[in-house]
């Protein structure tokens, strides 16, 4: 079955972003729940993985809204990543209520930042912006029936 996700790396945060965000949506982890990195093969001729990291996040996937799903990981600095928060991914969600909206909206902001306050726009909508405190922006597009 066809889905659409979006995939989130987090500097050794995954699993508290993710604990994060399952108080916020609720329902449970898919995928079999949380993938460590301990949990890949070793490879031969593949240097040994830090133990350090053995621990972090390989994959992890939440179902949110409207059968949208978030994946991430822990982007190790030991297997070449590096993590830079900018501007060009935001989560749309689209609520069917304005009161989902807010509830949502106030869960997501807190501890982070509000790019643009909720409020109807021109289009028909209940909308609004934020960052939450883990860098990742979202956007609430509520257009009620």
């Given at each position: ?102 509830k949502l909206f106030d869960a997501l902001s807190a501890g982070g930042k509000i790019t643009m306050e909720l409020q109807d726009m ?24």
């Open positions: 079955m066809a889905r659409t996700s979006t995939y989130l790396n987090f500097p050794r945060c995954t699993e508290e972003a993710f604990n994060f965000y399952k108080s916020v949506f609720g329902g449970d982890f898919g995928a079999g729940g949380i993938a460590r990195f301990s949990d890949i093969p070793a490879a031969e001729g593949a240097p040994p993985l830090p133990e350090a990291d053995k621990k972090l996040v390989m994959h992890i996937e939440l179902p949110i809204v409207g059968g949208h799903v978030i994946m991430a990981t822990d982007a190790p600095e030991s297997m070449g990543f590096t993590v830079n928060f900018g501007n060009n991914v935001h989560i749309n969600l689209e609520p069917d209520t304005k009161a989902e909206t807010k021109f289009w028909g909508a209940y909308f609004g912006s934020c960052t939450d405190k883990f860098g990742v922006q979202w956007m609430f597009n509520c257009v009620e029936k």
